[in-house]
């Protein structure tokens, strides 16, 4: 069975700009949730998606949003880019809601803001 | 929210050593999981184990969820196991967050 996807594995933008994420779960898997790595804060929640609604959210200012497909894909969205938010962004999926499973993480991407 | 912190925040191993790794947290949980970050950046599922003790290779796990700490063994080090060690739990009061503890960075030299 094939792992957490997540696309693309590195970008770099500029300040202003807007960037779009992608993660694709494991197959049956219908909880995606959304992390942001720094050296600085750590591993940080940003939200959880279960059956295409958003469940919970981190704080994070409205810059960041993410919706999920009815596939169980999810985006996540970064508007007006800070240099702050050069990160690494983790997508983990399983398969129920609320963290009381096994959370499988991908690979990250590796967001630049310049 | 719950407090997560992980002991010792760094640790340097020769090779064939043996150590834990010390998770506390400050409320129930209904989730803990032990990861291990790769040089790379991903985050590797080691054990899911709100409670009890699990074993896998030279890898063991024990959650004292009435204590609120778990510990992760790890036998025989080998380089490879160098990396970020991270805790992250759910509580029983959440919504749906999981919360990650700051890391142990272990180096194993040959």
């Known amino acids: 069975k094939a792992g957490v996807t997540q696309t693309p594995r590195y970008l770099i933008k500029t300040r202003g700009q807007q960037v779009t994420l992608s993660c694709s779960p494991i197959?049956?898997?219908?909880?995606v949730s959304w992390y942001q790595q720094t050296p600085g804060q750590g591993l940080q929640f940003l939200f959880e998606?279960?059956?295409?609604?958003?469940?919970n959210k981190g704080n994070f200012p409205g810059r960041f949003s993410g919706r999920q497909f009815s596939n169980s894909r999810s985006e996540m969205n970064v508007s007006t880019l800070e240099l702050g938010d050069s990160a690494l962004y983790l997508c983990?999926?399983?398969?129920?809601?609320?963290?009381?499973?096994?959370?499988?993480f991908g690979p990250g991407t590796r967001l630049t803001v310049l | 929210g719950i407090q997560v912190e992980q002991s010792p925040p760094d640790l340097i191993l020769q090779e064939g050593a043996n150590s834990t790794l010390r998770c506390n947290f400050s409320?129930?949980?209904?989730?803990l999981q032990w990861f291990h970050q790769n040089p790379w950046g991903q985050l590797i599922n080691l054990f899911y184990?709100?409670?009890g003790t699990k074993q896998n290779g030279r890898l063991s796990a024990t959650t004292v969820a009435t204590e609120r700490y778990s510990l992760l063994y790890i036998s025989s080090s080998q380089t490879t196991d160098s990396g970020v060690y991270f805790c992250?739990?759910?509580?029983?009061?959440?919504?749906?967050?999981?919360?990650f503890g700051s890391g142990t960075r272990l180096l194993v030299r040959p």
């Open positions: 983990a999926s399983s398969l129920s809601l609320g963290f009381t499973d096994t959370q499988y």
């Open positions: 197959s049956g898997h219908r909880s």
């Open positions: 998606y279960f059956s295409e609604t958003q469940r």
């Open positions: 409320d129930s949980v209904n989730n």
């Open positions: 184990i709100p409670s």
């Open positions: 992250a739990v759910s509580w029983m009061d959440s919504s749906y967050k999981l919360i």
